[in-house]
C-alpha cells in the first residue's frame, strides 16, 4: 500500500471548517484513499473513502486531487467532538495475504478543535 | 444494532496465564479483524477471517489464536501471556474485507500483563 504523510498536528477554531491534508505521491490505480479518526481512548471511526472523485457525507467531504497524488479531509462546522487524530490511509481493494483487508494506521493528525 | 462489541473493556493478567477477548458483531458482516495499539507503533494486525470457519495471519500472529465457528464471533485467545502483549486490542469487522467500504472497529479492551 502506498504511504501517506500528514502533518503532525493542526488547530482549528469551533465553527470554522478543518481542513486535513494528506499526501500519497506514491498512490497506484486500484489504491483508494481511506480517512479514519480516533478519538481518545476510542476504537477509530471511518469517515470517508474515495477512489478519484471528489467525496461527501453527512461527516465530511472529501477532496482528491486531479493526479491523485493528495487528498483534503474537510470538517465543514469543525465542533469539540471532533477533536481527535485522523489518519489517512490509501489501501488496495486486491491486498492479499498478510495484507488481506489490513488498514495501515500512520502517525496521523492530531486535531485540536478550540472554543 | 450493537455494532461491534469487546469484552472485558479492561484486563489485568500475569505472566503466563491465559484468556480470551471476545469479539462480536450483529451486522452479518463477512470480515473480522484483531488489531494491538501500542504507543509509537500505529494499529497492527493480528489475525483476521473472512467467514465462519476461515481464519488467517496478519501481521503479528505470534502468541495468539483464533477461531470463527459463527459470522458473529471472533474470539481472540492469549495462550501464554507475556509483559510484551500489554496493549490496547481493537476488534473490526467489514462487509467484504477486499472492497471499499467501511470498517467499524469495537470499543477496545485494554490488557496489562505483569
Known amino acids: 500500500d502506498a504511504k501517506t504523510t500528514q502533518p503532525p498536528s493542526m488547530d482549528c477554531a469551533e465553527g470554522r471548517a478543518a481542513n486535513l491534508p494528506c499526501n500519497h505521491s506514491?498512490?497506484?490505480?486500484?489504491?483508494?484513499v481511506y480517512w479514519y479518526r480516533q478519538i481518545h481512548s476510542q476504537g477509530p471511526q471511518y469517515i470517508i473513502h474515495?477512489?478519484?472523485n471528489n467525496e461527501t457525507n453527512e461527516m465530511a467531504s472529501l477532496i482528491i486531487t486531479e493526479d491523485r497524488k493528495s487528498s483534503t479531509l474537510i470538517l465543514p462546522h469543525a465542533t469539540l467532538r471532533d477533536t481527535a487524530v485522523y489518519y489517512c490511509?490509501?489501501?488496495?481493494?486486491?491486498?492479499?495475504?498478510?495484507?488481506?483487508?489490513?488498514?495501515?494506521f500512520g502517525q496521523g493528525t492530531i486535531l485540536t478543535v478550540h472554543p | 444494532n450493537a455494532g461491534v462489541t469487546q469484552t472485558p473493556k479492561f484486563q489485568v493478567l500475569k505472566t503466563g496465564q491465559s484468556m480470551t477477548l471476545q469479539c462480536a458483531q450483529d451486522?452479518?458482516?463477512?470480515?473480522m479483524s484483531w488489531y494491538r495499539q501500542d504507543p509509537g507503533m500505529g494499529l497492527r494486525l493480528i489475525h483476521y477471517?473472512?467467514?465462519?470457519?476461515?481464519?488467517d495471519q496478519g501481521e503479528v500472529p505470534n502468541g495468539y489464536n483464533v477461531s470463527r465457528s459463527t459470522t458473529e464471533d471472533f474470539p481472540l485467545r492469549l495462550l501464554s501471556a507475556a509483559p510484551s502483549q500489554t496493549s490496547v486490542y481493537f476488534c473490526?469487522?467489514?462487509?467484504?474485507?477486499?472492497?471499499?467500504?467501511?470498517?467499524?472497529f469495537g470499543p477496545g479492551t485494554r490488557l496489562t500483563v505483569t
Open positions: 474515495g477512489l478519484k
Open positions: 477471517s473472512v467467514g465462519a470457519g476461515i481464519t
Open positions: 506514491t498512490i497506484s490505480g486500484n489504491e483508494y
Open positions: 451486522m452479518n458482516h463477512e470480515y
Open positions: 490511509i490509501v489501501r488496495s481493494a486486491n491486498a492479499g495475504g498478510t495484507s488481506y483487508g489490513k488498514l495501515t
Open positions: 473490526a469487522s467489514s462487509l467484504l474485507a477486499g472492497g471499499p467500504g467501511e470498517q467499524y
